[in-house]
Every structure is written in structure tokens, then in C-alpha cells.
């Protein structure tokens, strides 16, 4: 069966593209990593995808007036190189409506919390300031509004005592790098649909039905 061609948007660092290419360095996994793209022309992710010898482009979103063209550009280099999902993975610039919407149900992202939690940034000083015993990460379909979307997979994670921020960010990224692959195999694997903007993974129990409520009197 072809492999689904995927392309990764990145920004940074680059560790999930990193777990993304591992996975998809086994001629058995269902999808290929066929571009990555940063807006940051500085960033190591690059240096990953070189090393994997992946096709990369930097589309500088500073080169861009307004984002509708920046956006563009990311489209036309997408379309390019045939893309048919599109996994951004610590991309930082929020994409325009038109965007989100052209790629829709074909666009995913990964957050570091159990969202709909703690959406946006600095995420982990969130989660400890308001005291949760748990987080973890989502990977979802991308909706216009930031952290938004249909979820399909999720890795709860505990906050230990003693923990700060960085090193609960440790303990949830060992958890992104899990939970990224399975969502783009589950993805490649044509099992993943959405309805009513829920996901139904086929070949898995969905959530359990809510109970029906005791009769109390
Ligand atoms: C990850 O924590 C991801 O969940 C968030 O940004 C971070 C990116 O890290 N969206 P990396 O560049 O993949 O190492």
C-alpha cells in the first residue's frame, strides 16, 4: 500500500519531528515524511531532517507582508511536493482561516496538555500553578481557533511533588514522542474519522457510553 506523504511544519528544536522521522524510518510504517518546513531559518529541527535526508524549505514568515501570503506560499510548497497530511510539530505562528480550512481534516497538531485544558503557551506553568495532579498531551485536528479541534489520541501524564516546569516538560514530551507516531499511524492507517467533530478510530472501543443516571428520588 503507498505511504500516506506527510509533511512537518516545525519552528525549533524538533523533537517530535525527530519521533516522527524514527517511526517513519520502518518501510512498514504507513506513512513518509516527504518535506519539512520551518519559519524559523535557524532552527535545529532542520538539521534533523537533513540528517534523514528529507527535503526541507524555510518559508520565513518575516518575508511575508501580511499572513494570507505566507500562508500561500506554505500551501503551493505543500502542494508541491504532493502532500496529503500536514503535521504541525512545535510550529509557532498561528495559521489564517482559509488556511486551516483548505487543509481541514488533514491538518494536525500536537499540544502538551489534555486539552480542551490549558490551551496556548507556557502550558506546564499553568498546569502546576493551579495545582492538577494530572496532564499529558493531545494530538488533534486543527480548527481555526488556537488548541481547538477533534482529538485523536492522548497520553495523561502525573505532576510530581517537587516538579517545576522543566521538569515536568520532560516527563510530557517522552510522552509526545508516543503519542505523535500512533496518531499518524492510526491516520495512515485510514482508521481515523470524524463525525459531529468527534473522532472514531475504527478497531477501537470509543469512549464509554455515559451512564445512565441512577434513579435518586
Ligand atoms: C512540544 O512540547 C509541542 O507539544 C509543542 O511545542 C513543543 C515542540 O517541541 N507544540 P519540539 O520542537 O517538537 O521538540
New binding site residues.
Partial sequence: MARLRVAVL?S??????QALIDACSDPAFPAKIRLVISNEPGAP?LGRAERARIPTRVIAHKQFAERASFDAALDRALEEAGIELVCL??FMRMLGDAFVARWRNRLI????SLLPAFKGLNTHERVLAAGARLTG?TVHFVRPAMDEGPIIVQSAVPVLAGDDAARL?ER??AE?HKAYPLALRLIAEGRVRVTNERVEISGAPGPAPAAPSSPTG
Fill in positions: 516545525i525549533g528544536r524538533g523533537s517530535n519531528l529541527g510539530a512545535g497538531n500536537i499540544h502538551p498531551c516538560a510530557v514530551l509526545e
